[in-house]
């Protein structure tokens, strides 16, 4: 199975494909960070965003989306304004999938940091050694790809456990 994760933002979005090669284990096809400039209108930045993720799709042809969500916060640490404009990229990569067929699966920031990290409240850094490490980069990918890269992977974990599960024997019916 070929995964596109996707960290999506309206200035900088990353991006990271992956493929399961055997149980548990995953390599990085390719990944990287989608940057424009901020002195683009929103509209245009969005556009722009959306005519890559399509080539993405293009040129990867994966069988599945995984696309963080974005993260609002609680009281004091509330971050409504930066939440809405992850939110409308989220919504174009959303789109993308949709226009054509491929299934896109979102996942929540602590979803992705207790999948890659087994931490919910991992750092960016603790993030990036850590999925540098689980996929054998030889280097340690830029903060954003790292995250397409972490999200992209919980899918294929949350898919594989998802199999395992349905592997298992009810209760009655053991031999």
Do not use: W
Not at 33 to 58: E, G, K
Not at 59 to 83: D, H, K, M, S
């Amino acid at each position: 199975m070929r995964v596109l994760g996707i960290d999506p933002g309206t200035v900088k979005m990353g991006y990271g494909v992956l493929v399961s090669i055997h149980r548990g284990q995953a390599r990085a096809d390719d990944y990287g960070v989608i940057a424009l400039p901020t002195s683009m209108p929103l509209q245009n930045r969005l556009f722009q965003l959306f005519t890559h993720v399509l080539n993405l799709i293009s040129v990867f042809q994966p069988g599945a989306i995984a696309v963080e969500e974005p993260f609002v916060g609680r009281g004091e640490r509330r971050f409504v304004g930066p939440a809405i404009a992850v939110g409308q990229a989220q919504a174009l990569v959303l789109i993308g999938g949709a226009s054509q067929g491929i299934p896109v699966f979102t996942y929540t920031p602590a979803q992705v940091k207790r999948a890659v990290a087994d931490y919910g409240a991992a750092s960016k850094e603790q993030m990036r050694r850590a999925i540098a490490s689980t996929l054998g980069l030889a280097e340690m990918p830029e903060s954003d790809a790292a995250d397409a890269l972490s999200v992209g992977l919980c899918h294929l974990m949350e898919v594989q456990a998802a199999a395992a599960l349905e592997r298992e024997i009810p209760p009655g019916q053991e031999r």
